[in-house]
């Protein structure tokens, strides 16, 4: 990490239609599934050169999501938001991501959702937060279900 310039990187309201479920029905079907995103992201090169090679693009970021909720199939969100989170991390920049998944249209009067988050270095915490210098490369998985 270059000076310490991380920035918080949102993308929300991401509609996508999936086949994802362990319920009866749940898979025969596209459905749709709302999610949100939140990447900390080691912005040092972009603030500087004000070139979006040197960010996350968010296009780029939103395509990638809804091709893997369209293209797997899961029993479970959990299972599908660590699909998410390994291809996000792919990218050395992101050092954070948290992603939230609803089925808006699964229970009538409730919207169950699951927020899977995974870090590249063990200094992040579920909140994103960092203290020392060292960067590794060790990625840290917690699931919850919200």
Known sequence: MKG???ETIALRGIRAWGRHGANAGEQDV???LDLELHLVVDAAAARTSDDLA???DYAAL???VVQL???EHYRLLERLGESILRAVLDDERVLFASVTIAKPAL???ATPS???TSARDERFTACGKTGGKKHGKK???KATGV
């Open 4 to 6: 310490g310039a991380l």
């Open 30 to 32: 596209p459905q749709p």
């Open 54 to 56: 040197d960010t996350v």
């Open 62 to 64: 939103h395509a990638c």
């Open 69 to 71: 909720v369209e293209a």
């Open 107 to 109: 229970l009538d009067g």
């Open 114 to 116: 699951v927020t899977v």
């Open 139 to 141: 990625r840290d998985k």
